[in-house]
């Protein structure tokens, strides 16, 4: 296995190509892909799930303003955008799912050169993320329906 196929581009492109499928089960027919690393966002809420790879550890975020993380959980429940906005406790659960969904895609299309791959599980986040000294983190902001929202890897070598 080399080791250059687990730069943190790697995992950031493998992520940003798992955002169309998601984007399409949720029901949005358009999916933008937008600037690449760029600085990471502060302020927005979001939800990470660890992963384990044979040489890192790594958490992958969906990160958002409030209202697309709303608009992202109404389209996962089915809801009409016309409802009453869910409550942040629902949010937070349908942003962890979603982001579940964007790490199993993301270890779909890296399993054949890890099959060891390990996902954690989700945990919703509301406020600034520090790097530890060692972490890399590269972001690609991406659209779905009218969703701004912002992928993002954050990787600890081995």
Do not use: C
């Not at 984007?23 to 979001?46: C, F, H, I, K």
């Not at 409030?66 to 389209?75: P, S, Y």
């Not at 060891?116 to 945990?123: A, M, R, S, V």
Request: glycine share 10%; net charge negative.
């Amino acid at each position: 296995m080399a080791d250059d196929k687990f730069t943190v581009e790697a995992w950031l492109d493998a992520a940003v190509d798992a955002v169309g499928e998601i984007a399409e089960s949720l029901g949005y027919e358009e999916t933008q892909r937008g600037d690449r690393n760029a600085q990471v966002p502060t302020g927005r809420l979001g939800a990470y799930v660890p992963m384990l790879a044979h040489d890192a550890s790594l958490h992958i975020g969906l990160i958002a303003e409030k209202d697309g993380l709303v608009q992202l959980t109404q389209a996962l429940l089915g809801m009409d955008p016309s409802e009453e906005a869910p409550e942040p406790s629902d949010v937070a659960d349908a942003v962890g799912e979603i982001t579940n969904m964007l790490a199993g895609g993301v270890k779909t299309r890296l399993v054949e050169q890890d099959p060891e791959i390990k996902l954690g599980l989700p945990l919703f986040v509301d406020g600034k993320i520090e790097l530890s000294g060692s972490m890399e983190a590269r972001t690609a902001q991406v659209t779905m329906g009218t969703v701004n929202a912002a992928i993002l890897v954050l990787r600890t070598p081995k």
